[in-house]
């Protein structure tokens, strides 16, 4: 899912919470993707698209998506405790630093310095452990080099 937002705050941080990376469009044609967002501005920098293409999707400025919050016929036990929602977050936060290492040319020590492990055999793991969904969802966007060492991983 993407939430579009035009700065930081107008998503709701309960949703932010759940975002894996944030996207500034930084010019018409250059993007820079974030790990976080702090004051409304992005942080930790994971890196540049460049050459963005113009779009063709026709979007109308003042359409609002219909979303609707509605906890009346929740139960307490339907809500998620602490702990289920930290395992949560820390899975995506897992899953960001296998797209990162799997679309960028940063190596595996970089990804150490990148996360909050502190050593490349966990990081080595927490990629292995997504490499299949990127491998059948996204191959033909990965680095040759990236896609042999990622299909290698046992």
């Known amino acids: 899912m993407f939430l579009i937002g035009q700065d ?7 949703l ?3 975002c894996t990376v944030f996207v500034h469009k930084s010019a018409l044609t250059q993007a820079k993707i ?6 409304r501005q992005g942080e930790d920098l994971m890196g540049r698209l460049d050459g963005v293409p113009p779009t ?3 979007f109308k400025t003042y359409d609002e998506g219909k979303f609707i919050f509605d906890d009346e016929d929740k139960d307490e036990d339907d809500f998620a405790s602490k702990e289920e929602f930290e395992n949560f977050k820390q899975e995506k936060e897992d899953e960001k630093l296998a797209a990162v290492y799997a679309f960028t040319d940063r ?6 310095a ?3 492990y502190t050593s490349k055999s966990t990081v080595r793991e927490k990629i292995k452990q997504h490499k299949d969904e990127l491998l059948d969802e996204d191959a033909d966007l990965i680095d040759d080099n990236k896609l042999k060492t990622l299909q290698n991983m046992r």
């Open 8 to 14: 930081g705050k107008d998503i709701d941080k309960a």
């Open 16 to 18: 932010r919470a759940l």
């Open 34 to 39: 974030f790990k976080t967002i702090k004051d």
């Open 56 to 58: 063709d999707i026709h």
């Open 107 to 112: 190596s595996m020590s970089d990804m150490v």
């Open 114 to 116: 990148f996360s909050d």
